[in-house]
C-alpha cells in the first residue's frame, strides 16, 4: 500500500531492501541452526566411527568415533559455506568477468588461445571477454540470478524462472555478429562467434550447462573446458595473432 497506514506497524521486509541484503541477513541469522543440525551430524558420525571401530575390531576406538564426528561435521560445513560461496557475485561481493577471466586465462592462455577482456564496439555492443584460439571465437558474458531462479528449456524455448530468456540471448548473439563483423572486414578472415553466458547464481541443469536460443549457458569454472572441446582446427597461429592485434586495436578497452 503506498505511504502504508499511521495505524498499522510497517513490517520492515517490505520497505524495500534488495533479495542480497535479506539473503545475507536470513543466513547470518540461520547460523545457529546451521550449527546445531551439525551438531547432530556429528554425533552420528560419532556413533558410526564407534560401530565400525567394532565391527572390524580395531584400536583406539574413541579415536575413530571422533574421526568420524570431524568427518561428517566437516563436510556439512564445507557443503554450507560452497553453497553461501556460490552467491557471492549475485550478492556483489565478487565480480563475475574477474572469476570468469581468471578461468580462462588458466585453461586456455597455454593452448594459443587469446583473452581480451572488456571489450566494445563504441555506443554498439560490448562484452565481458573475447576469446580467440585455434577452435574458433568466442564472446563471453557474465550473468546471475537469485540462487533459486530455475535456468531451464522448455518447448525450445529458454527460460529464468518464469522469464522468458530469447531477448538475453538475441542480445547476445547480436553482439557476437557485430564483434564478427568488424573482425571479417578488418582481417580479411571469415569470422563465426559463437556466444556464450557464464552463470555465476542459478540453477542450471546436471552437468552445469545449457545450450537454447543459440546461446551456450554455463558455470564459469566450465567455460574453458567447453571451449577445449570444440574439435577441429579454424585458424592457424598467423590468423590467431591477426585476429588478436586487430582486435586490441578495433575494439574500444572498456573501464573496470
Request: proline letters at 3%.
Amino acid at each position: 500500500m503506498p505511504g502504508g497506514s499511521i495505524y498499522v506497524t510497517q513490517d520492515e521486509k517490505y520497505t524495500g531492501a534488495s533479495p542480497q541484503w535479506w539473503y545475507e541477513k536470513f543466513w547470518r541469522e540461520d547460523a545457529k541452526n546451521r550449527q546445531r543440525s551439525r551438531a547432530i551430524k556429528a554425533g552420528v558420525g560419532f556413533a558410526a566411527g564407534i560401530g565400525l571401530a567394532l565391527r572390524f575390531d580395531l584400536s583406539l576406538v574413541l579415536f575413530w568415533a571422533a574421526l568420524g564426528a570431524g568427518i561428517v561435521a566437516g563436510v556439512d560445513w564445507y557443503l554450507a559455506w560452497r553453497s553461501f560461496h556460490a552467491t557471492a557475485v549475485w550478492r556483489g561481493r565478487r565480480r563475475g568477468e574477474v572469476i570468469t577471466g581468471r578461468v580462462l586465462r588458466r585453461s586456455l592462455r597455454k593452448l594459443g588461445y587469446s583473452v581480451l577482456d572488456g571489450r566494445a564496439i563504441r555506443e554498439q555492443a560490448s562484452i565481458d571477454h573475447l576469446v580467440i584460439g585455434p577452435g574458433g571465437v568466442w564472446v563471453i558474458d557474465n550473468e546471475s540470478w537469485s540462487p533459486d531462479t530455475e535456468i531451464a528449456e522448455y518447448g525450445g524455448k529458454l527460460f529464468f524462472g518464469e522469464k522468458y530468456g530469447k531477448k538475453d540471448a538475441d542480445a547476445l548473439i547480436a553482439t557476437g555478429a557485430a564483434f564478427a563483423e568488424l573482425l571479417t572486414r578488418e582481417t580479411g578472415i571469415e569470422v563465426s562467434i559463437t556466444p556464450v553466458l557464464a552463470v555465476h547464481c542459478g540453477m542450471l541443469p546436471r552437468g552445469g550447462q545449457l545450450t537454447s536460443e543459440g546461446v551456450t549457458l554455463i558455470k564459469p569454472g566450465l567455460v574453458g573446458k567447453r571451449i577445449k572441446a570444440t574439435s577441429g582446427q579454424v585458424y592457424d597461429e598467423a590468423q590467431i595473432e591477426l585476429l588478436t592485434r586487430t582486435a586490441a586495436r578495433e575494439l574500444q578497452r572498456q573501464r573496470s
